[in-house]
T-cell receptor, first 112, second 109 residues
Framework: SQTIHQWPATLVQPVGSPLSLECTVE??????LYWYRQAAGRGLQLLFY??????ISSEVPQNLSASRPQDRQFILSSKKLLLSDSGFYLC???????????FGDGTRLSIL | GQNIDQPTEMTATEGAIVQINCTYQ??????LFWYQQHAGEAPTFLSY??LDGLEEKGRFSSFLSRSKGYSYLLLKELQMKDSASYLC??????????WGAGTKLIIKP
């Protein structure tokens, strides 16, 4: 069966520091991969998605970036975090665009 | 433009039935998902509708009417653990997934 791992679960970072969140999927090949952010009490905001290695589509212009160095690995990065980057970050995978997305446990990021 | 509407919050009693509505206006339609999200946790997939009608899965059922741009999630025999947010998401014609803001369901004993 397929599983998705996302870490760390919580992270506290100072403003201006770099960020790297990692997500890996097991049990499937060539999945669609997604990064979302959810502000407290709000809906899901799609940040990036990828349909293959090295293929990244950005939905929201900001100081975050994503990379997919391997088929089942998706990384969210920032060179310099802003206070507004605080939130709940979720990685998800799907077999195709018409199949349900399955989420990792999420990373709660607090910027001080 | 694309839009999904859900009530912000609903309250129901343990053991009762509740219906959470979702209306959508999108560019094309390729399916609709319902997800459950407990506070502080990730969303989990509940149901998928692509054809009109009712899909039943245990205590949860989901209904779709494509001509009306309308879906509902029906929860029967409510339990305290059903207290969560319920998210409606629509696959548009270009296969982009549009998420609703979610309905927070509060279950009272």
């Amino acid at each position: 069966s397929q599983t998705i791992h996302q870490w760390p679960a919580t992270l506290v970072q100072p403003v201006g520091s770099p960020l790297s969140l990692e997500c890996t999927v097991e049990g499937t090949s060539n999945p669609n991969l997604y990064w979302y952010r959810q502000a407290a009490g709000r809906g899901l905001q799609l940040l990036f998605y990828s349909v293959g290695i090295g293929q990244i589509s950005s939905e929201v212009p900001q100081n975050l970036s994503a990379s997919r160095p391997q088929d089942r690995q998706f990384i969210l990065s920032s060179k310099k975090l802003l206070l507004s980057d605080s939130g709940f970050y979720l990685c998800a995978w799907a077999g195709t665009e018409s199949q349900p997305q399955h989420f990792g446990d999420g990373t709660r990021l607090s910027i001080l | 433009g694309q839009n999904i509407d859900q009530p912000t919050e609903m309250t129901a009693t343990e053991g009762a039935i509740v219906q959470i509505n979702c209306t959508y206006q999108t560019s094309g339609f390729n399916g609709l998902f319902w997800y459950q999200q407990h506070a502080g946790e990730a969303p989990t997939f509940l149901s998928y509708n692509v054809l009109d009608g009712l899909e039943e899965k245990g205590r949860f059922s989901s209904f779709l009417s494509r001509s009306k741009g309308y879906s509902y999630l029906l929860l029967k025999e409510l339990q305290m653990k059903d207290s969560a947010s319920y998210l409606c998401a629509v696959i548009e014609g270009n296969y982009q997934l549009i998420w609703g803001a979610g309905t927070k369901l509060i279950i009272k004993p």
